[in-house]
């Protein structure tokens, strides 16, 4: 049973560009919330779908969007990057109304 | 919107004394309160939750108690190790699950 994975590991980009970050959901589970972890900090919550859709977003700006597909994998985008975009980047996944949310290894990325 | 505040920000105790990590919530809809341990440069993994209608859960040498009164959880590790070294983070969410805040993290130290 395949846990929650998360693509690329890695990723340096530059004030600017643009990102796509992908999830996997653990096997069986529906929703996919979207994290952003600076250095020393907890998680904070940027978004979450569920059905295709996002169901509630965080105190993020609209460069930061995402998208799930039928098979319930999810993809974080983020446009103009900007230095302090520089973060883990994770994503946990669960099913609705469960509270139990697993994570995912997490994407570093690194804006210079 | 939730506000999840944590203390302390750090804790050393020697291997063998126990540990005890203190969360406080704003929100009275909370009724989810999981907590994670993230080892360096790993994910946060789930080792403990609670729901709003119990009082106290154990887990062998972990066990989290809730105050919704007071509004606020504790974590509570005894006969610590030196692998229980990692940081904690606590989170409070609602039913809906669409919003989970984190805490800012305690980092233990388990000193043999």
């Known amino acids: 049973d395949a846990g929650v994975t998360q693509s690329p590991t890695h990723l340096i980009k530059t004030r600017g560009q643009q990102v796509t970050l992908r999830c996997s959901p653990k096997?069986?589970?529906?929703?996919v919330s979207w994290y952003q972890q600076a250095l020393g900090q907890g998680p904070q919550f940027i978004f979450q779908?569920?059905?295709?859709?996002?169901?509630q977003r965080g105190n993020f700006p609209d460069r930061f969007s995402g998208h799930q597909f039928p098979n319930y994998s999810s993809e974080l985008n983020v446009n103009a990057l900007l230095l302090g975009d520089s973060a883990l980047y994770l994503c946990?996944?669960?099913?609705?109304?469960?509270?139990?949310?697993?994570f995912g290894p997490g994407t570093r990325l690194t804006v210079l | 919107g939730e506000n999840v505040e944590q203390h302390p920000s750090t804790l050393s105790v020697q291997e063998g004394d126990s540990a005890v990590i203190k969360c406080t919530y704003s929100d009275s809809a909370s009724n989810y309160f999981p907590w994670y341990k993230q080892e360096l440069g790993k994910r946060p993994q789930l080792i403990i939750d609670i729901r709003s209608n119990v009082g106290e859960k154990k887990d062998q040498r972990i066990a989290v108690t809730l105050n919704k009164t007071a509004k606020h959880f504790s974590l509570h590790i005894t006969e610590t190790q030196p692998e229980d070294s990692a940081v904690y983070f606590c989170?409070?969410?609602?039913?809906?699950?669409?919003?989970?805040?984190f805490g800012a993290g305690t980092r233990l130290t388990v000193k043999p």
């Open positions: 946990a996944s669960s099913l609705l109304m469960r509270g139990e949310q697993f």
């Open positions: 779908y569920y059905e295709e859709e996002e169901r």
């Open positions: 989170a409070a969410t609602s039913g809906n699950n669409n919003d989970m805040r």
């Open positions: 096997s069986g589970h529906d929703t």
